[in-house]
Structures are given as structure tokens and as C-alpha cells.
């Protein structure tokens, strides 16, 4: 059709219908509404209670909304064909068919009112009572118009189901209840798509009269009405007979409860992060919310003795990484110790629980293997002397013995060797808050507590050593849809490093297994790591297999510490209780070793690849191309006097007589140790006293002070500076020089005090074999 034959046809037909009056006050009709719905547009804002739900729908907390009314928000799914029938034809049998206004009811309540003199009976749909609601207004005949009006913009602007919606969410069932999700739920306990016949037709008929038809305070009539009205719908056949006698044979007995309020903390913590959701439904699981719940509440019930007052616990499921489980303390109810702040949250001290992230970091940079050793013995680390939980030391071990025993010096040696930035780097890739704000702060302590952490940080973090290193934040909201969460993974550490820790940590020939171990017979396989705060005020146990993850501190919110406290002892028993109840018996399999890992001979008393002085081999995991190849030097040759009292070096070693043996090439801080404990070791002989040539190399260490370091001592107390230095094991005597002036001849690993001047003080030491080591420090007299 071209624009000529438009022009010819459509326009002088819309001419003459415009000639029309009728036709015109209409449009114009219409143009006016349109122009008064823009300038006064209708807010529907029904301002309605938070719930939060389960992961099946089931309410597991309920909150009034600002104005303290129960205004529950009813989902379209909880609007039955059986609550949607009852409903209409109570109300606005002509619901589905009007604009909003049906004129004949008004025609008819306008005769009547004429007649009678006064109101006898209303007009109102389903559509213009929503209005009303929204917004009550006095009854005058002004309003009614005003209310009609808005009852066509409500019609303009939502669906019929929407109307409806709103209606039933609105309706007034008596003091400060609204609704009928609201009603159901006091009520009946229950939600509105599980409502009986007979239940909702005694929901349907009080809005029109909620101050005298009271939920269990006038059942009787109650239920006198509501057998009138089904008796109503059998002669109209609303239902079917059998339903509406089963409707009528069944018994009001009702009363008003009080609002579910089930894991608190956690509903309280999503009310607020979305503050303008009326339903949020979470991920946790009813019924082993509660019974974690119970557990915790009678566990720690049972420390109270102790002076332990609260715990918190978290379990996330590691297929779908959502949170099915979330208590934030042992008893929300109870003000003297703090219930209602939120353990998941609260930013504690992780103790030694961040050493398997450190450790499989090491893995990955090829630092170390399981049969890697390392001496555990006392270190300075620049002023910063750890020490063992248990005080002791335990020289040369290997790495996964570390590990499994939370030994606190291998783990320092390995976080100074990678440097502290590269696990920063790992924590803030696991959105741990407190160590991205003090990052520039922290430093070696850090592995052994030095930095704030939350339960819900180290639970994620674990988390990550059940899905193959990958990263992901566990949910708190219920989720149908797991396709996007592989977009969201991010490594932090890889799949090969990952397996060597659930190695690791699945060993339970170590000392942070709980006394009554006895009891974990049929517990499932577990891998657990335990940790201890500085000043025993924070107990760790996370744990972790193929299907959950389960985070568990305890303590007291005070922060008061307890002699008692340890992971170990009170947090990881706590830890197996929960496995034992949500995975009891479980015959889900352990984690496969990944391709890229293979297995390897090397030296047991290195866990270096072996070269001829390694008799002893043992079999080690390595990762291919990354783990370190390096050959095993724990041992050496030695040529020796026949009597074995002087060794010789290759410029001193005589023509004849000499022995060519092997001793232990042991490090310098192992020989301290091994000195200090009298503990007894194939020593290198004296070098030959008659040898001229100097060594450069392995001159003392000097351990203490520090070199560079300032320290101000008190002038009222006569304070000492302490000398000490580590040496080879070939050195008998050492010399300690104060601003190149001879102090004192000592025997290796002896300490010796001195009073210092005030300023800067160069220290010397001097070995037997004429090696030389300076430091400089500042001392200040206050």
C-alpha cells in the first residue's frame, strides 16, 4: 500500500469517526487519565517483613517491617488455584473480567444506599480494595472517586496476578498481622501453598471483619462462619463435594505463635546486605542447621567449667559451594557472653592455620617437597625469636613432619625464603579484608598468627583445598544454577601442590589429635589443620573432604584468654562431632592424584635427589619441571690423621698418612643446637693448626644482636648485651672483638655479655681458622 492510497482512505475515515461526540470525549477522556497517571503516578510500596528462607522455601526467620507489622510477602508459587478460587469468588467473582471497577456492583450499592439511607453494602473489587490498602483514605463519596481512579491506574500498570498478589499480602487479619502468608504462618505454622480448604477459607472470611473474627481467641465462630461460606460454595460448586465435607468435618484449633527465628546471626547479616529484598532465600539446610545448632550449644555448655564461653561454626558444601550451615555463636539468646555478635565475622588471630597455604605455595615454587628437610632449632629472624607451641625443638625433620606437627620455626624459615609479600599476595587472592588493609605492615609473624582473619576467610580459604586449589567464595543465598561458578574460580594454588597438603594433613599420627580419638571410629576421612592464638585466646580446627567443609573456632568474644585453649584439644573434637553427624560413615572416595605428580627416590636424611653417600632412600612425591633437583649434600669426605684428631684441607694435606672418611655435613645452627643440648654427633676434627690459608667462607654467624638493629637500655638497671654466634662444626674457639678491641675468647655457642657504650658499636667475631664476621648496632641509655 503506497502513502497516496493512505492519505485517500485511512485519513478521511479517521475524520469522520472524530466527528462523532462521543468518540471525542473519549479520547480526550483517555488523554486526560494519561496525563494525570504521569503528573500523579500510584506508589505501590507495600513495605513488607524480611524473611529469610531455607533452601527448600520453609521460613526460617521472620522480621517486622518498619512500621512493626507482620506484612509477609506471598510468592506467586504460594498462591494455589484452591486459595486464588476462594479469594475471587469471595470477594470479586468478576475479578478476572473488569477494569478495575465493576459497574454493575457500584449501580447496585448505589440503589441501595438511596433506599436505605445509609451504606448496606459495598462496591469494592479485589483491585480497588488494594488501593485502599495501600493507601486507607476516609469513606466519603470523594474517595470513592479518587479510589476508582486508582484502581484503573493499578489496572494499567500490573497484572491481574499482580493484583492479586497484592491483595493477599495486604488483607488485615487483626492486630499488627497483615496478609495472608502472615496469618498462615502465626497461624497455622505453615505456608499458604500448603493451606487446606478448610484452613483457607477461615483465612478468607476474617479480612472482612478482623475485629471480631480473631485467630484463637473466637474460633468457635470462626468456624461457624466458615462452614456458612463453604456451605455457600457447595450450592454454588466452587469445589467439589468430597472436598468442601472434608472442609467442613475438619477442626479449627489455632492459636497465635510466635515468628520462627532460626539461625539468627545469619538472617540478621543477609536482612542487611539486602535491604530491600522481602523474601531472601538462603542456602542453609533446616534441619542440619539445627542440629549443628544443639551441637554447639551442649559442647560448649560442657566448657563453661573452662571458662570457655562461646564457639562458632560454618559448613560449606564443596560441590556447590554454598553455605548449608551458619552459626555465628553458641547461644544468640544469651547476653553475659556476647551471643549476639556474629563468631563467623569476628576478625581473630588464626593462630598456625595458614601454614598449608604457605606450605603448598613453597610446592608450587619448587622450594620443597614432603621428604624436604629442614632444622627445627632456635632461630633469630632479625630480632624475632619464635618458638614452638610445645617450647621444644626438634632438629633436623622433614617438611611434611613440620607441617603435621605445626612446628613454627621450619614454617618462618620457609615464609623468609618465598618472603612474606608472596603469601600477602595469596590471602588478599582470597579476600581475606584485614590483610588486605594492614598489608604494608605485616611480616614474618604473619605465618603464625600475626593478622587478623574471620572463621568465614579460613573456612573459604580450606575450601579451595577441596576443589583442586581453585577459589571460590561460598554463598549464602540458594543458587539452582551452578554453571556460573566455574567462571567465577580463580587458583590460588595449583591442583599438584593441593593434593601433596591433603596428603599432609590427613595423618593422624600427629599431636593436634584430640585425647579421645577413640570415639572417630567410623568418622569419615578427613583432612584437618588446628591452630592455637598467642596467648591461648583463639582455638582453630578447619576441616575438610570431598563434600564439606567445616570451619570451627572457640573462645570467648571477650577475648579473655584460657590456659586450657588449644585447637587441638577443645576446637577439633567439636570438628569431628559435626563430620560425624553430617557425613557419618561416608564412603565418598578421597581425591585422586593429579596427572602432572610423580614419585621419586631420594635421600632420607635430605629428601634431595640421592648422590654415593646416600645409602638410606625413601620414596618422595615431586612435581615434574617445577620441584627442585637439587643433589643431596648432607654428607661429605674429610681427609683425617690416622688417629683421627686433625682433618686437612686440600693445601695442607700431607703426602702420606692421611684418611679419606665421610662426616655429616651438617648446617651451622644444627651444630649450635646439637652443642647446646649436648646431644651427641660425628664431628669434624680440628683443621690442621699449621695450615696458613685463610677461609672465606662459612665465617660465624653472628645471631645476636641484630646486626643494624637500635636498642635502648635502661641507666637504672645495669643492663648486658647478649654475644652469640653460630659456627661450623670444625671450629673449636671463637674470638668476640668490641670496636676492634679483644672482649673474650670463647668456646662456640657459649653466649657473652657486655655492657655497651652509648652510640654505634661495631661487634666482631672471629673464628679459630681466622674467618671474620662484623655487624654494627646502635645502643641507646634512657
Request: hydrophobic share 40%; net charge positive; glycine share 4%.
Amino acid at each position: 500500500m503506497n502513502l497516496n492510497h493512505l492519505k485517500q482512505t485511512t485519513i478521511p475515515f479517521l475524520k469522520r469517526i472524530f466527528q462523532y461526540k462521543a468518540v471525542r470525549v473519549i479520547s480526550y477522556g483517555l488523554l486526560l487519565f494519561v496525563a494525570l497517571d504521569l503528573i500523579f503516578p500510584f506508589k505501590v510500596q507495600p513495605n513488607y517483613s524480611t524473611l529469610i528462607t531455607d533452601s527448600e522455601g520453609k521460613v526460617l526467620h521472620a522480621f517486622l517491617n518498619n512500621q512493626d507489622k507482620w506484612r509477609m510477602k506471598t510468592e506467586f508459587s504460594e498462591i494455589t488455584p484452591t486459595l486464588e478460587k476462594a479469594i475471587v469468588y469471595k470477594e470479586d467473582r468478576w475479578f478476572r473480567w473488569h477494569f478495575g471497577v465493576n459497574p454493575f456492583a457500584i449501580a447496585r450499592a448505589g440503589v441501595r444506599n438511596v433506599f436505605t439511607g445509609r451504606r448496606t453494602s459495598g462496591a469494592s473489587t479485589i483491585t480497588m480494595q488494594v488501593v485502599r490498602l495501600l493507601n486507607p483514605q476516609s469513606r466519603t463519596y470523594f474517595n470513592k472517586i479518587i479510589e476508582i481512579l486508582r484502581a484503573f491506574q493499578l489496572e494499567v500498570h500490573y497484572s491481574k496476578d499482580e493484583i492479586l498478589q497484592l491483595y493477599l499480602n495486604l488483607v488485615p487479619y487483626g492486630s499488627n498481622i497483615e496478609g495472608i502468608k502472615s496469618a498462615s504462618i502465626l497461624y497455622f505454622q505453615k505456608s499458604p501453598d500448603v493451606l487446606s480448604l478448610a484452613e483457607v477459607m477461615a483465612l478468607a472470611i476474617i479480612p472482612n471483619r478482623p475485629s471480631s473474627l480473631r485467630l484463637g481467641i473466637n474460633n468457635d465462630f470462626i468456624l461457624k462462619e466458615r462452614n456458612r461460606w463453604l456451605n455457600e460454595f457447595k450450592k454454588s460448586e466452587v469445589f467439589h463435594n468430597q472436598d468442601i465435607d472434608d472442609a467442613l468435618s475438619e477442626p479449627l484449633n489455632v492459636k497465635r505463635h510466635e515468628a520462627p527465628k532460626l539461625a539468627p546471626h545469619l538472617s540478621l547479616r543477609l536482612k542487611n546486605e539486602y535491604p530491600t529484598e522481602a523474601n531472601i532465600h538462603s542456602s542453609l539446610i533446616r534441619n542440619k542447621q539445627l542440629t549443628i545448632e544443639k551441637i554447639v550449644q551442649n559442647y560448649v555448655s560442657r566448657l563453661y567449667a573452662m571458662n570457655i564461653h562461646n564457639a562458632a561454626v560454618m559448613v560449606i558444601n564443596n560441590q556447590t559451594h554454598q553455605v548449608e550451615a551458619y552459626i555465628g555463636s553458641a547461644d544468640f539468646n544469651n547476653p553475659v557472653d556476647g551471643g549476639q555478635v556474629d563468631g563467623v565475622r569476628a576478625i581473630r588471630s588464626p593462630g598456625s592455620t595458614l601454614k598449608p597455604l604457605l606450605y603448598a605455595t613453597a610446592f608450587d615454587k619448587g622450594i620443597i617437597t614432603p621428604k624436604t628437610t629442614i632444622n627445627d632449632v632456635p632461630t633469630n629472624f632479625g630480632g624475632f625469636v619464635p618458638e614452638n607451641f610445645d617450647k621444644l625443638f626438634h632438629g633436623k625433620i622433614t617438611i611434611e613432619y613440620a607441617l603435621a606437627n605445626s612446628l613454627n620455626i621450619p614454617a618462618v624459615k620457609l615464609l623468609k625464603e618465598i618472603s612474606t609479600p608472596v603469601l600477602v599476595d595469596k590471602l588478599k587472592k582470597a579476600d581475606f579484608q584485614a590483610v588486605k588493609k594492614n598489608s604494608s605492615k605485616l611480616g614474618l609473624s604473619l605465618v603464625l598468627g600475626g593478622c587478623g582473619v574471620t572463621l568465614e576467610e579460613l573456612t573459604n580459604l580450606f575450601s579451595s583445598f577441596a576443589n583442586e586449589g581453585q577459589f571460590q567464595k561460598a554463598k549464602y543465598i540458594k543458587s539452582e544454577d551452578q554453571s556460573s561458578i566455574v567462571n567465577l574460580k580463580s587458583e590460588i594454588i595449583s591442583p599438584e601442590s593441593t593434593y601433596l597438603i591433603n596428603q599432609i594433613l590427613t595423618q593422624i599420627t600427629r599431636p593436634d589429635l584430640p585425647n579421645n580419638y577413640a570415639y572417630t571410629y567410623r568418622m569419615p576421612k578427613i583432612a584437618w589443620k588446628t591452630g592455637t592464638s598467642f596467648g591461648k585466646k583463639d582455638a582453630w580446627s578447619i576441616g575438610y573432604n570431598a563434600k564439606y567443609t567445616v570451619g570451627v573456632w572457640i573462645g570467648n568474644f571477650s577475648g579473655e584468654g584460657v590456659p586450657e585453649l588449644s585447637g587441638a584439644n577443645i576446637a577439633t573434637p567439636l570438628l569431628f562431632d559435626i563430620f560425624n553427624t553430617i557425613d557419618y560413615n561416608s564412603s565418598s572416595k578421597w581425591f585422586k592424584s593429579p596427572e602432572n605428580i610423580a614419585l621419586r627416590k631420594v635421600c632420607a636424611e635430605s629428601g634431595d635427589v640421592p648422590n654415593e653417600f646416600c645409602i638410606n632412600q625413601i620414596t618422595d612425591y615431586y612435581i615434574p619441571s617445577v620441584s627442585k633437583m637439587t643433589v643431596c649434600t648432607h654428607a661429605k669426605y674429610v681427609y683425617v690423621s690416622a688417629d683421627e684428631r686433625m682433618s686437612y684441607c686440600s693445601h695442607c694435606l700431607p703426602d702420606s698418612g692421611a684418611v679419606k672418611k665421610i662426616y655429616p655435613n651438617h648446617a651451622p645452627e644444627l651444630v649450635s643446637w646439637f652443642e647446646t643440648k649436648h646431644i651427641l654427633y660425628a664431628n669434624i676434627p680440628p683443621h690442621n693448626p699449621k695450615c696458613e690459608r685463610v677461609f672465606a667462607e662459612n665465617a660465624p654467624q653472628i645471631v645476636y644482636p641484630v646486626d643494624g638493629s637500635e636498642y635502648i637500655l635502661d641507666k637504672n638497671d645495669t643492663q648486658k648485651l647478649m654475644l652469640n654466634a653460630q659456627v661450623r662444626n670444625d671450629v673449636k674457639e671463637i674470638y668476640w672483638y668490641i670496636n676492634d678491641k679483644l672482649l673474650q675468647k670463647a668456646t662456640p655457642n657459649t653466649p657473652i655479655f657486655f655492657v655497651p657504650e652509648a652510640g654505634k658499636i661495631k661487634i666482631s667475631c672471629s673464628d679459630d681458622k681466622g674467618r671474620n664476621t662484623d655487624i654494627f648496632v646502635k645502643v641507646k641509655w634512657e
